[in-house]
């Protein structure tokens, strides 16, 4: 079965520092990836997705990840981050198969801005 | 462009009682999925449809959860009766193609 694996539960980061949270999928046939953001109380934003060609991806917010098969992994970056990312940040892949296509969610990293 | 909407937002009950959740997805969007969100864990699956068909109820606990989709644009998930580990956010969700857009979710709290 298909499994994301997200091994940051909570991570804090100063205000205008570097970000980047770690994904990992289970191995499989050619994975679609993404990773949605989430504020509390809100629904579930995309912030980018990677479905074929060039590993680096950019998204919204100034955020972008790159996916590596050897690795399995698809990790999110933002080379500065703003007291307005502080969310939770999930990642998450589909298998597209007999039309079957739900996602199957890590459990989210929690991010924290430090002023 | 209208978003995918959801009612109740909130919804307190006992255990034992039943409840039901509404989605309405984006106009034109043939698929539509149901996802769990316990607290702490990402969204998990319950049931795919694609217009007004299941494609997916493999995760959906059926003794106690039903789903429809009628006339292939909104949906009903129902659960009956509830029990206390049903606390969860229920998020509805629809495609065109392969990105998903999530509603705002209806957050349920079982006594």
């Known amino acids: 079965a298909q499994s994301v694996t997200q091994p940051d539960i909570h991570i804090t980061v100063s205000e205008g520092a570097s970000l980047e949270l770690r994904c990992n999928y289970s191995y499989g046939a050619t994975p679609y990836l993404f990773w949605y953001v989430q504020s509390p109380g809100q629904g579930l934003q995309l912030l980018l997705k990677?479905?074929?060609?060039?590993?680096l991806v950019q998204g919204i917010k100034g955020f972008e990840a790159e996916f590596k098969r050897s690795q399995s992994s698809f990790n999110l970056r933002k080379p500065s981050v703003h007291w307005s990312d502080a969310a939770e940040y999930f990642c998450a892949v589909m298998y597209s198969g007999g039309g079957a296509d739900g996602l199957t969610f890590g459990k989210g990293t929690h991010l924290i801005i430090q002023p | 462009e209208a978003g995918v909407a959801q009612s109740p937002r909130y919804k307190i009950i006992e255990k034992r009682q039943s409840v039901a959740f509404w989605c309405n997805p984006i106009?034109?969007?043939?698929?539509l999925y149901w996802y769990q969100q316990i607290l702490g864990q990402g969204p998990k699956l319950l049931i795919q449809?694609?217009?007004?068909?299941?494609?997916?109820d493999s995760q959906l606990p059926k003794d106690r959860f039903s789903a429809e989709r009628l006339k292939g644009v909104d949906s009903t998930l129902k659960i009956q009766p509830a029990k206390l580990e049903d606390s969860a956010v229920y998020l509805c969700?629809?495609?065109?193609?392969?990105?998903?857009?999530f509603g705002p979710g209806t957050r349920l709290t079982v006594l």
């Open positions: 990677y479905f074929s060609g060039d590993t």
């Open positions: 106009s034109g969007h043939a698929t």
């Open positions: 969700a629809s495609s065109l193609g392969r990105e998903q857009f």
């Open positions: 449809f694609q217009n007004n068909g299941v494609v997916d």
